[in-house]
């Protein structure tokens, strides 16, 4: 809905919240505001459209100060979840009872998925209701790299998508706080999952997760061929409780990941198309004091 059509139409201000991009990757909040330009006949030759910055009022709703907020969009992702977990209970007990193995395993999978992404839910909860400064500290990025591929292959494998590893042996170490940066990476890993597990369009899917260093900087780039996104989604991505997944999704995930590598002092970056898939790619300094200096 674009306020500039519309007062071409109407002659009347109008009004809009738009996230747009800068030149150097940032995400900026405005409101948009527009007014009709007329001449000596009272016709409508032009549009004056202002926007406003209001990036510091959405970092401020961020923190939330708001708390019916947080449980009414909490509630229904959980709703979702807690849905999901019925369905399995279901096919679980019926398959026991009529005795049909693949109708047990088939609800197996279902809990065990849905109780994965209830976990991820309250992670999520706890780091943005108690932020906290990272701890930094010394990290061999391959053994980084090698935990996280452990904890998400069985997902894999669950979701039949072709898991593929690119790691580089000469990454070194890199001064990060590590639970924080491992559970980042997971978020966005997951995230990539689903993209693969709702694209039904496909008869394959793959998720690359790879790892390089490039000058003074570790990065990090995960990949994948599902169900991609528009150019709107992208650059709303990050955005607090901003999800494309309907009841499944809580709009946290990303935005606590984002918030994450900020805190690194790095940066993550978002290439997708809808139908080919979506690539980050996350840089973080090596050193924490080139962070500083960057800063």
Known sequence: KCPVAATFHDGKRHYSEEVVTSLDGRQIHTLVSTAPIKNAEGEIEQVMEMSTNISQIRELQGQLTNLGLLVGSISHGVKGLLTGLDGGMYLLSTGMEKNKPDRVQKGWKMIRRNVEHIRSVVLDLLYIANEREPQFEPVALDELSSLIVE?????????????????????????????????????????????????????????????????????????????????????????????????????????????????????????????????????????????????
């Open 151 to 295: 904890m998400l292959e069985k997902r894999a494998e669950d979701l039949e998508i072709d898991f593929q590893i690119e790691l580089a042996d000469d990454v070194g170490t890199c001064e990060v706080d590590p639970k924080s940066i491992k559970e980042s990476l997971v978020n966005i890993l997951d995230n990539a999952f689903d993209a693969c597990r709702v694209d039904e369009k496909k008869d394959s899917h793959f998720v690359r997760f790879s790892l390089a260093s490039e000058g003074d900087d570790a990065v990090f780039r995960i990949e994948d061929n599902g169900m991609g996104m528009d150019r709107e989604t992208r650059e709303k991505v990050f955005s607090l409780f901003f999800s494309s997944k309907g009841v499944e999704g809580t709009g946290l995930g990303l935005f606590t990941a984002n918030k994450v590598i900020e805190k690194h002092r790095g940066v993550i970056e978002v290439e997708s198309e809808p139908g080919k898939g979506t690539s980050f790619t996350i840089r973080i300094p090596k050193v924490r004091d080139q962070r500083v200096e960057a800063s």
